[in-house]
């Protein structure tokens, strides 16, 4: 059983967000593992709260918690909420402790005052069709990555001794102050480049073409970014490596609109076709299927196909097609086509008869969209 997120902070479900920050900043310095070296059970501590913040703070996640508990956030198709590393805990930093712990607070387990580097991300993106965001894809793209080059060597740092970091003491109004910074000449690493390949740049590092498989669920939206742990450019010394951030573009489909998990379709039919019935091959976005005109059909009417649509992307089933019915009225007439629908004219089987169902068409719709 997982342990409750308001729990482990120890605040009520009613917590505003800075009393679940206060909270979370609380637990983040208690058993943060520089305080706590060694000590396997305030680390588990550390990362529960961490993962607990990452959930409480944000409102949509937050909310969905509320909802349904841990389980909605289990098979997320890649996104965070399971299972944070050190270096996602210590990236939420920088807006909970700001500015002046985000860095030198040092992430990194083991003591000392070396930091972990972590390579930069990469950001790319890509484009899908309406068919691959609702069946799923995986993509695999061509990216160009700094990796670090075979034969680079490193050796310890000897402006810092291989700290990383450099401690000076200096005398302010309040009395000798000792502050450590980031050692400039390594970067905080501990180790400099000893030897490195011709090719390679000033870090040992190697810019190659690499191809990476994206796992693409299915549901995604245009604009969202997923991403791709350690895809991103090496990091120097034993640095981890960055992220791969991919994010979505949606190519628009030929017929079908999107809105939502819903699509639409817009049916054109002939006024003979409306007026005797007839069946239509619609496109989908799962391969074709044929629908049934009834007779008398009416313009606006809307066809709902359900779960024809794309899958949610939190797994909360899948949309609908709707097909508009647009009656297609001749534009021009041949003599006797006029005559024809001149001699129609006065019939009682031309003249509008809109029945309550065709009234309500727009409550009906605003229905189907709340
Ligand atoms: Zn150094």
Known sequence: MKEDYYEILEI???????EIKKAYRKKAIQHHPDKNPGDHEAEALFKKSAEAYEVLSDPNKRSRYDQYGHQAFDGGGGFSGGGMNMDDIFSQFGDIFGGAFGGGFGGGFGGGGRRTLKGSNLRIRVQLTLEEIANGVEKKIKVKRKKLAQGT?????????GQGQVTRIQNTILGRMQTSA?????????????????NADAEGMLVTEETVSIK???GVVDGMQLKVSGKGNDAPGNGIPGDLLVAIEEKQHDTLQREGDNLHYDLYVSFSEAALGTSKEIETVTGKVRIKIDSGAQSGKILRLRNKGIPSI????TGDLLVHINVWTPKSLSKEQREFFEKMSDDEH?????????KSFFEKVKDMFS
Not at 153 to 161: E, G, H, M, R, S
Not at 182 to 198: F, N, R, W, Y
Not at 350 to 358: A, T, V
């Open 12 to 18: 009520t479900k009613s917590a505003t967000a800075a």
């Open 153 to 161: 060597t490193y050796k310890t740092c000897t402006t810092c001794n």
């Open 182 to 198: 980031t050692c400039s000449a390594c970067g905080g690493l501990g180790q400099i480049v000893d030897s490195k390949p011709e």
């Open 216 to 218: 693409i669920p299915a």
């Open 314 to 317: 939190n797994g909360y089933g």
């Open 350 to 358: 031309f003249q509008p008869k809109p029945e309550k169902e065709d």
